[in-house]
């Protein structure tokens, strides 16, 4: 399949990517690893006029940690956030999620950005990132907003991104003292498979062995946007951890997925799916809270 005819731009700052996307405008794509921009010219889904490519921008290609806050550069790829030591510490989640994504070709091509700004129900790594919490920091010619990740995904391949708008840093508070997180990702091969159903769980104790103080679910592949459990959440916080609790937010977490059937499994067992890996979740997070 060959790719339609387009100008090609290699801006060497996100000053100047910024004034080229504010000149073009929505006739422009950024480009990151290409993964699904590349896909998706060539089976002509988009043919834009401009591809502005982000690979120059080396200040958006590591991470910073300051004053508790911890930021990861928009062209940081799932492989370097799958080794990352530091991260991998402090978010684990995230890195189990990058550690999930395709194959190793595509971990060493796809970037944490192109991830979250092509907004695919299944995609692995907004689940983790708002079970954290995370905020993104957008750039435009003329400013720089943030915006909390889960306000973000409007819908399949939908953001709240305008055309001219550069997606620059994803931002995590790092988490109290007694936190665990955990991702997990059902597919139907072990490798290179878009998730069936994912589930990231945080949650915070008082104290090791005291109550959870609060607690974040997000379920994904399991409607057009990741999903937070509002209700499941309710139920763990304040109360010790147990097998039983966690069974209760388990189940609660099912009912508010809205799963839809296809030929890759029917919404119940989705549904069966969510509860079982909110659960499961669950317990990772416990047990990594427990020793921190
Ligand atoms: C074979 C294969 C397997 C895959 N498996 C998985 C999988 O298991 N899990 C999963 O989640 N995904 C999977 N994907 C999808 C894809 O790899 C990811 O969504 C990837 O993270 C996209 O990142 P990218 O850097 O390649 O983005 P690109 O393709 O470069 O861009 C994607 C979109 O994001 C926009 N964009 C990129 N960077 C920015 C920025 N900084 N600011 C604003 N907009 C930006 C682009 O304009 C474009 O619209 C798979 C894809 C393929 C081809």
Redesign the pocket.
Known sequence: MLLPTFDYYEPSSLKEACEVMTELGSRA???????????NMKKKIISPEHVVA?GRLEA?KKTDATNGTVKIG??MT?AEIAESAALGQQFSALRQAAS????PL?RN???????L??A?P????PPSLMAYGARLIIKKKDGERKILLEDFIKGPGDTE?APE????EIEIDRAPGYSGASYIKLGTRKA????LVNVASFITLEAPDGVITSARIVMGAVGPTPLRAPSAEKILVGEKPSVRLFERAGRAAAEESRPIDDFRGSAQYRRDMVDVLTRRALAAALQEARRQ
Do not use: H, K
Not at 29 to 37: E, H, I, P, Q, W
């Open positions: 794509r950024l480009l990151a690893g290409g993964t699904d921009l590349i896909v982000l958006l928009a062209l799932a999930s994504l395709g194959s595509i091509l796809a970037t944490i950005a192109g991830n700004v092509s695919r299944a995609a692995d790594l991104l708008e550069i997606l620059a290179l498979e878009i998730s």
